[in-house]
């Protein structure tokens, strides 16, 4: 069995005041889950609970509470129901209370087993019960295994907005088994290839390069394909997480290429009718086109983009937003949360490989950039 | 008018990933609050919330929003109800929906006027929204002077206990106008001082002498006794924090004594039978009566303790306790969030302005020290 560990160092100076350091592995891997309890016990941990979804990730879940009981880890077992509506307050509350009734300290492991909204529930609600516990991220789906479960980010969303409610807390470790990648429905599996797409516009020529030579093999599932798009996406993402941690030095914002766009599409067209990935990959081809009006880039830059994001499957126009006032996307962006004093502010590449963040751009280009993706598919 | 700065340093290497250092300055003064807007300002803040409770705060609130405003800083205000009730998941999720309806970005000041619930509600909603908003602790009361606004513990309560979802986030600043320490009742005032006493037991013999020296000044609330004592007992719960900030070395556990008794007082008493510092008062005597039962100190640091306690009007013993069954009071303390593993650990005095933590101690000798304080007063 062939398991890759990435290794995320973060700050380890705050170890001073932390009997563990804060830096913790990503392990990548076919056929992993039932390993997971080896790497959890190496932290003396005597007490876990799995938290997972009402769905695959339920058979996932017990893979890895076998996996933990065989270690003599005592495990206590939480569902929550499917879906993005569970990435709640109400949500958060049941678990808070479940955590309290278990009577779980602070020696007690959490594992999340499932996708983004598992991931980023639980995380949120382990990083705020006693002031902190530790999280395992056992990311099930493409998106949680290539973004989600990676660099901290936990949260639920408010009424007004996805998100809105978080907090950065860093796993204890990441286990991310590709195996579970062949169950998913073919629609969230290519969903998830957006964030690799992105990785390869914003960060990594090569590995762009790589995507269009394996696109058939990628979208087949091919085992080898799967575990070095896992791993290499995994490791791009550490490489920002590890420099901005917090979102503060300006170079965690290179993640946000095409999401300040795909986060107004999700909005307009109303969440659940586009995928995260899906609009991630439409805002790509809004902001490759921005760019482009900008004279960032020419024009064979756009159409790589767009090979490739078809290739995979993925959309790169929608007449799902054929209705929507340009006003409504502008409102939305402007409201973003990374937005700063209601200065419209995007992630464009200027090269394959490589971003700039533009400030204060024409609200015209950014329009006429929108219309672009605006058509019959 | 006197101001007197307490350098907070907090893992400064941890700046390489944030523009603004963690540490911060505690100011401590008579009528400072106004101002407060030339502090806020100098972090180049264009815009505030302030948050109060409905009670003498709403006031200490408009002197806080009036000084930020006329340094041209945009102040919006919001009120919770007034009491420990607030400190809840309802009142934190209507705060967060405010914050989202004011579209709050992560350049505006969060200003917390109030009490030991203000702040702790307060601070740990802009620890989560938008994972993470700057905030200003400016504590009114005595205990949140001396204690709760001090050291980025944050939290709400659940039904199943106090503080269980929370978050460590430290303020931007402090500011703790001693003025605001005339207008409180005379209970409330005198509740704050066991906190003041903890700080002489565990840390600083100079400085318990001098309360014994003091009490009737600082009984009688004069303004250059409570100058220091506010000052002094923020510079010893800082040192502590400095060395611990989350709790993980063993070295900030020791502002937990007394704690452990009191949590459990409050609860089986029922909260809002003893006031928080009442309980502490009455755990502090349990202990050092326990440590006297093992033998490691002699009877004149009980005896000390006692007296100081008394003259400032504290309570040492207590009726409402009498019909409890002693098994009630350990299982209480068995679940304290601070237990790890089920074992009863105790911050134990071995001489004034000094403390261990002492394990595994005898069901029966802790069963024996709350006797001693079960009584008549």
Redesign the interface.
């Known amino acids: 069995m062939k398991r890759h560990e990435i290794h995320v160092r973060l700050?380890d100076?705050?170890a001073?005041?932390?009997?563990v350091s804060r830096s913790y592995k990503i392990h990548v891997g076919d056929e992993i889950l039932q390993d997971i309890g080896a790497l959890v016990q190496n932290d003396n941990v005597?007490r876990a609970v799995v938290v997972s979804d009402q769905s695959i990730n339920e058979s996932h879940g017990r893979t890895v509470t076998r996996s933990l009981e065989a270690v003599s880890i005592t495990v206590d077992r939480l569902t929550i129901p499917p879906g993005e509506t569970s990435k709640s307050?109400t949500e958060a509350?049941r678990l808070?209370?479940e955590?309290?009734?278990l009577?779980i300290?602070?020696?007690t492991a959490i594992l999340a087993v499932g996708g983004g909204v598992v991931g980023d529930l639980t995380g949120?609600v382990a990083?705020?019960?006693?002031?902190?516990l530790q999280v395992w991220q056992v990311p099930t789906t493409l998106v949680a295994q290539v973004d989600s479960a990676i660099g901290g980010?936990t949260?639920v969303n408010?009424?007004?907005?996805k998100?809105?409610?978080?907090?950065?807390w860093q796993p204890r470790g990441v286990v991310a088994d590709i195996n579970t990648l062949k169950s998913l429905p073919d629609r969230e599996y290519v969903s998830g290839l957006a964030e690799v797409v992105k990785y390869g516009m914003i960060l990594d020529a090569d590995f762009f390069q790589w995507l269009e030579n394996n696109a058939i093999s990628i979208r087949g599932r091919e085992k080898e394909s799967l575990n070095h798009l896992v791993r290499r996406s995994a490791e791009l993402k550490t490489f920002v997480v590890e420099?901005?941690?917090?979102?503060?030095?300006g170079l965690r914002a290179c993640l946000n290429y095409g999401h300040t766009f795909a986060h107004a599409f999700e909005t307009t067209a109303g969440y659940g009718t586009l995928l995260h990935g899906e609009a991630v990959s439409l805002g790509m081809m809004a902001a490759v086109r921005l760019a482009y009006s900008l004279d960032l880039l020419d024009q064979t830059v756009v159409e790589r983009q767009q090979q490739l994001l078809e290739t995979l499957g993925l959309p790169v126009g929608t007449p799902v937003l054929n209705d929507i006032a340009t006003d409504d996307f502008l409102r939305i962006m402007a409201?973003d949360?990374k937005?700063?004093?209601g200065n419209l502010r995007f992630v464009l590449p200027d090269k394959i490989g490589h971003v700039e963040i533009i400030d204060h751009i024409d609200h015209m280009l950014v329009t006429s950039a929108i219309k672009t993706i605006c058509y019959a598919n």
Request: cysteine-free; hydrophobic content about 30%.
């Open positions: 700050d100076s705050i001073t005041t932390s009997p005597q307050l509350e808070w209370n955590f309290a009734r009577e300290d602070r020696k949120f990083a705020t019960f006693s002031r902190g980010k949260g408010l009424p007004a907005g998100n809105l409610v978080g907090a950065f420099r901005d941690e917090r979102e503060v030095t409201r949360k937005t700063v004093g």
